[in-house]
Nanobody, 122 residues
Framework: QVQLVESGGGLVQAGGSLRLSCTAS????????MAWFRQAPGKGREFVAV????????YYADSVKARFTISRDNAKNTVYLQMNSLKPEDTAVYYC???????????????WGQGTQVTVSS
């Protein structure tokens, strides 16, 4: 079992920044990859970024590349999502997820956090 707890969401104006955190507990060594997804009202869950615990390799969705940065602190079992130059279309509930497979497919992730709301006003 892995437990994931997100924090850091909120309301920000367009062009602003937020940093999300996701702290993992439990059998985290079993899951090599941590990802962020987001879901806007009326839309499906969309891949944002993924990172591996060991090497720190990263991969981003085109829509956030060069604006968002995913990172990890292995000592704290925490993954971060630094979001800069935010746009109204980034408004969504953001979820972190743990999975064994490096993938942008949400079906490949076994554990999910409760989500944190990010709202970007124009």
């Amino acid at each position: 079992q892995v437990q994931l707890v997100e924090s850091g969401g909120g309301l920000v104006q367009a062009g602003g920044s937020l940093r999300l955190s996701c702290t993992a507990s439990g059998r985290t060594s079993t899951y090599a990859n941590m990802a962020w997804f987001r879901q806007a009202p009326g839309k499906g869950r969309e891949f944002v970024a993924v990172i591996t615990w060991n090497s720190g390799s990263t991969y981003y969705a085109d829509s956030v590349k060069a604006r968002f940065t995913i990172s990890r602190d292995n000592a704290k079992n925490t993954v971060y999502l630094q979001m800069n130059s935010l746009k109204p279309e980034d408004t969504a509930v953001y979820y972190c997820a743990a999975g064994r497979t490096w993938s942008p497919d949400n079906k490949m992730y076994d554990y999910w956090g409760q989500g944190t709301q990010v709202t970007v006003s124009s």
